[in-house]
Structures are given as structure tokens and as C-alpha cells.
């Protein structure tokens, strides 16, 4: 069992300006301690787009909602942050920050009253083990000893014309030392390596890839994908300006999407 981690990152949140109902889930670890939790929901260029904070008591959990303004179209994605907080009171001593562990709830409702559900997906949020040493690397060490450069998705899938399903990937580049990191996405399907894209994210920004666009990829592909780092450039430096370390940090989420007919947006589960 993990302990969980003083931060969780979410690849992925719906913009509310979609209709979108993004919300985190949060929970305190600590049977004794209260948490002091910050959320942060980015847009995709890493951009804040609002922050929440609350308290959650021990062994409790808070929602954090990113609130349905509109239903505007638009491909409108970004990112979530959560941290644990150390806090004190006045004359007593510091509270180092619980640990802590969250879920990513995106719903998506046909108007702004919440009257019906299109649809809705949930995710585990990454912990920090998982993704990347927040919030410059483990002491000494960079690239891969502090982050994550390779991603595996499983399912990868292009079947409108059969199945209906076709995937969309978020890659989110975690780290927040101004800088970059080049990767690139290896697609295979039954027979082997079929064909390679290669990208560039800034530090936050959110990359999101619709495979019914991709027209190199015919209809009824059911593959895989490996995101491998290619070369990255977040520098640290040390108080007396010396290079300590270079950061790399990935986290992704895959969504499997029902398509209907002329894009039609009908009532009922179409993502997962």
C-alpha cells in the first residue's frame, strides 16, 4: 500500500467554458492532523486559471469544483495540481503536510442548471512517486531519477467505423522550472512500430491529441503508444549559480470516446 504523497497532478481537466463540471477529490491520509489543501486548475499553456483552498480533517475528504460557466465549442483542456500544505498556529509549532490522495471528477452536463448528463469520466490523480519529485527533483539527481520520461498506453484505438471508440491523449508537461522538454509518441500496431510524432511542451503546458484528426492513421486502428522523453531543459542551479540538475516530468491520461453520427452529442456515458 502507498502512504500517498504531499502532491497529486491530473494530466487532464475539461474546461468549464465546454460545459464541464471538473472537480478534485481530495482526502487526508493523516488520522491526527488536519490538511491544509491547495488545488490549482491550469490551462493548457500552464496559465492559473483559479485556485481553491480548504481544510480537510483527519482521515476526511473536500471536493474542489471548477464550476459550468458556458458551452462553448472548442478543444479547451488544461491540468490540476494538489498539494498539502504545511501550516501553523500562532505560537505553536509547524504542521508538516499530511499526505494526501485524489480523483479527478469530469462531468459534462447538457446546460448549466445540471439537468442532464452527456457524460462523465473519473481518474486517479497521480501521485508524486509516480510522475515527478516536486518540486525541483530529488536532491543531487535529475532527469529520469526525478521524474518520469516514458509512458506506456495500452489502448490506443481509431474504430469509428466499427466500435464507435476513438482515443484522445492529454500529456502534460509537470514540471515548473521554465524550460522544456522535447518527446516523442511511438505508435504501434499488431505487426510492430508503425509511425513516430515528435513534440514539444513548454514547462505546465498540456498537449491534447485527438486520433479521429490524425489522418495517417486509417479508420479501425486498435494499437499502442509508448511518449518517450527525447531531450529536456529545465536547468537547476545551486545558490552560488552552479548547474545542480535537469528535470524532466510526464504525466498522461488516455480517453476512450464513443463518436456518434455527425458528432450528434447525445445524452449518456461516451467517454471513459
Do not use: M
Not at 207 to 217: K, M, P, S, T
Request: hydrophobic share 40%.
Amino acid at each position: 500500500a502507498s502512504p500517498g504523497n504531499q502532491v497529486a497532478f491530473g494530466p487532464l481537466v475539461y474546461s468549464e467554458y465546454q460545459g464541464w463540471d471538473s472537480g478534485v477529490q481530495v482526502q487526508n491520509l493523516s488520522a491526527t492532523t488536519n490538511a491544509k489543501v491547495k488545488v490549482y486548475f491550469l490551462d493548457r499553456s500552464g496559465d492559473v486559471i483559479t485556485t481553491l483552498l480548504d481544510w480537510i480533517c483527519p482521515r476526511g475528504s473536500q471536493t474542489f469544483f471548477l464550476p459550468v460557466v458556458s458551452d462553448l465549442p472548442g478543444d479547451w483542456v488544461g491540468a490540476v495540481r494538489v498539494e498539502s500544505q504545511e501550516w501553523l498556529t500562532p505560537g505553536g509549532p509547524r504542521i508538516a503536510p499530511p499526505n494526501i490522495v485524489a480523483v479527478a471528477t469530469l462531468i459534462k452536463y447538457a446546460v448549466a442548471q445540471r439537468t442532464n448528463t452527456r457524460q462523465a469520466i473519473a481518474y486517479n490523480l497521480l501521485p508524486e512517486h509516480k510522475v515527478f519529485d516536486w518540486q525541483i527533483g530529488g536532491e543531487g539527481s535529475g532527469g529520469v531519477y526525478s521524474g518520469v520520461g516514458l509512458i506506456a498506453i495500452p489502448s490506443l484505438l481509431k474504430d469509428r467505423g466499427a466500435t464507435g471508440v476513438t482515443s484522445e491523449l492529454a500529456i502534460t508537461n509537470v514540471v515548473p522550472k521554465p524550460g522544456f522538454t522535447d518527446f516523442a509518441i511511438f505508435i504501434y500496431d499488431q505487426n510492430g512500430l508503425l509511425d513516430y510524432v515528435c513534440e514539444k511542451l513548454n514547462e505546465k503546458q498540456v498537449e491534447y491529441i485527438d486520433l479521429q484528426r490524425w489522418g495517417y492513421i486509417n479508420d479501425g486502428f486498435k494499437g499502442s503508444a509508448v511518449i518517450s522523453a527525447t531531450f529536456w531543459e529545465h536547468d537547476v542551479f545551486g545558490p552560488d549559480g552552479r548547474f545542480k540538475r535537469n528535470l524532466v516530468g510526464l504525466a498522461a491520461v488516455a480517453i476512450e470516446r464513443s463518436r456518434t453520427i455527425f458528432g450528434v452529442d447525445v445524452i449518456g456515458d461516451e467517454a471513459a
